[in-house]
């Protein structure tokens, strides 16, 4: 058969145009769901959402985290969790290309296995991603063998086996802006994926939301007007009494759009604008910042 087109995005890609991309011949898209056991992308929802709409087939990926087989469950629990909440076309797939807790080859793959026996035991059909060198230098690779293999080499041939190639991060496709990954698949995995959907609400009908200072699931619920219990019902891995500033929680999409922001440590104006879909000037604007350049934690911004 012939390499299907596909890429793989993140918040990095900022907004998409998903009607454009499916127009570029673009088949499917992986989509960074989650990262350790916390972190959720805060385009997760939009862009798969987006995506199915347009046709293109969606998988979601996670950024592991781990460093042994008691992390690397809990961190497939996270995923799962999310991943459950939207309807997929396309697998699963573990992003693994660095060793972050330095625990060597063998100890690595145990967490690897781990957590990929987690996904699929869920009923999901799951993927390694990896770069090449990464995978034949720090994995055992025989032991991963029984799963397709999804290899990033920026090279004009990849020079091995695998089910999936990453072969750019700097292509270009019309309705996204600035770089993206670039992929071809040798197999078709929509006829064989038979995803479990368990989803508590439709992709349409979630997003994502940073928690702030002060912030309670109670008094969100009461501000914003949905049902008390909601929060907890969508984020049952969370406990409401231990919420952190900046964390990311998933909720209900007509969560009305906030309308301030509390400045967290390591945000830039840029970041903040670009995160809430405005500009810099408005922000500044708004504020009555003087030099964009310094700004405080704990600063309260208006948005809009």
Known sequence: ????????????????????VAGEGVKFAFIKATEGTGLIDDTFFENVNG???????????????????????????????????????YPLALDLEVDQKKVGKTTLTDAALAFLEEVE????????????????NCLEECRLQKYPLWIARYNEELCRDAD??????????????GNVDMNWAYRDFTVKTAQKQVKSQSTSKLKTYTIQKGDTFWG??????????TLQKLNPNLNPKSLKVGQTIVVPAEFNKIDYYIVQKGDTLSGIAKKYGTTVQNLVRLNNIKNPDLIYVGQQLKLE
């Open 1 to 20: 058969m012939a390499p299907i087109k596909g890429i793989d995005v993140s918040h990095w890609q900022g907004n998409i145009d998903w009607k454009k």
């Open 51 to 89: 995506a199915n709409a347009a046709g293109i087939k969606t998988g979601a990926y996670h950024f592991a985290r781990f460093g042994s087989v008691e992390e690397a469950k809990a961190e497939a629990k996270h995923f799962l969790d999310i991943v459950s909440k939207v309807e997929l076309t």
């Open 164 to 177: 999936i190639w990453q072969y750019t991060s700097k292509g270009k496709v019309n309705g996204i802006q």
């Open 220 to 229: 969100l619920e009461e501000k914003y007007g949905i049902p008390h219990g």
């Open 121 to 136: 035991k869920a009923g999901y059909t799951v993927v390694l991603y990896s770069g090449k060198n990464f995978l034949e």
